[in-house]
């Protein structure tokens, strides 16, 4: 079997893309998978690290507002479909899989009008403006969240659910991963990140409320970004409470998957991959939306997990130190509404996401 997968841009896109493809090594052994992606993508450097072949075109976004730029766009849009039917005619793929990004645009509508089949997975509960184009010409779109197939052609929608799900619900050993951060694994244990690259709003947010979250029986491990983490405005603070027992401040956890499997809760944005991993393990959280993406789609996905009683919900604009306190208390001071809520996010996950998207993939193939 021979595929071809692209997306990019964000690790939104990458990380299903990678995670499926790591699952279909293990059902198809002989597989050979070719991902293209952009020179200027974060994609451009976690593939190639992964091991898998990776051949680059160029493309970018279009402006949302009339722009003179666009017209560029549009001749680089062109052009790349271009290129895209040259590797695709090179390949000879079985399929192709597009997870979103830009890039994914010009390969999947390559290939749709090379005749290959095609998958479009769209990881939110609203599509982006490539999904929603593709979805007039691919063969199937897999969705991670039920509430985006409003969105798309009812006949070829399918909810598969986040190949990452799967991926963190199959690790079986974290191996003691809270000892490496100078925690303990007997205590209930919240997990605070703000996506890669932190976010100020949790930064500040979690500063004030430091002092308090000093003298509870939980404890707390927080990234904050390395941009943050050595800014002087946080630094001496972080420093300061870093000598406390029950806190432990680092700039990035780069064994994440691990981590939250130690973890009792997690208080974060409300990426899509962030909430396939947390269902996935069955762990309550506390969201907390970033404003500042497209669609606002963060808040739909965040409303989707709190309308399921999976997750507590605050507003960018309303988070403050003593939120944070509250919330956090009124979980892992609880146990029956701990217990609920998680019951909840297990009935949300999916952790079989990578073997609904190969039976999709399967159907495609068959002609199904």
Do not use: W
Not at 114 to 141: C, D, M, W
Not at 151 to 169: D, M
Not at 310 to 315: C, G, L, R, T
Request: hydrophobic share 40%.
């Amino acid at each position: 079997m021979k595929i071809i997968v692209s997306g990019g841009g964000t690790g939104g896109h990458i990380y299903p893309a990678l995670s499926f493809i790591n699952y279909l090594k293990t059902v198809e052994p002989d597989v050979s998978v070719l991902y293209i992606g952009t020179q200027k993508g974060l994609e451009s450097k976690i593939v190639p690290e992964n091991g898998i072949d990776f051949k680059t075109i160029d493309i970018q976004g279009f402006k949302r507002s009339l722009s003179p730029e666009n017209v560029r766009t549009v001749y680089k849009f062109l052009k790349s479909v271009s290129d895209a039917k040259k590797i695709i005619k090179d390949f000879k793929p079985d399929v192709v899989i597009g997870t979103g990004g830009y890039v994914a645009g010009p390969v999947i509508y390559a290939a749709a009008k090379l005749k290959i089949p095609t998958i479009v997975h769209e990881q939110n509960s609203i599509p982006g403006v490539t999904n929603k184009f593709l979805s007039r010409y691919a063969t199937r779109v897999a969705l991670a969240f039920q509430e985006a197939g409003s969105f798309f052609p009812s006949k070829k929608t399918v909810f598969t659910g986040n190949p990452r799900a799967q991926e963190v619900a199959d690790l079986t050993d974290s191996s003691n991963v809270l000892g490496q951060y100078g925690l303990r694994t007997d205590k209930k244990t919240i997990v605070i990140f703000g996506g890669s690259r932190g976010a100020l709003k949790i930064n500040t947010a979690v500063v004030e409320a430091l002092p308090e979250l000093a003298k509870k029986d939980y404890q707390i491990l927080y990234a904050s970004g390395e941009i943050y983490y050595n800014d002087p405005e946080f630094s001496d603070i972080f420093t300061a409470f870093n000598r406390k027992e029950n806190i432990k401040i680092v700039p990035y956890i780069n064994n994440m998957v691990e981590v939250l499997n130690d973890a009792n809760l997690i208080l974060s944005r409300a990426g899509a991959t962030t909430l396939a991993e947390i269902t996935a393990l069955g762990l309550p959280s506390i969201l907390v939306p970033s404003p500042y993406v497209t669609a606002d789609h963060q808040t739909k996905n965040a409303e989707a997990l709190e309308n399921a009683g999976a997750a507590i919900m605050i507003k960018n604009a309303e988070l403050t130190g003593k939120r944070v306190v509250g919330a956090i208390d009124s979980l892992l001071l609880d146990d029956v509404r701990y217990r609920q809520m998680a019951e909840s996010a297990v009935r949300e996950g999916v952790p079989d996401a990578s073997n609904r998207l190969y039976r999709v993939l399967k159907d495609v193939l068959n002609g199904r």
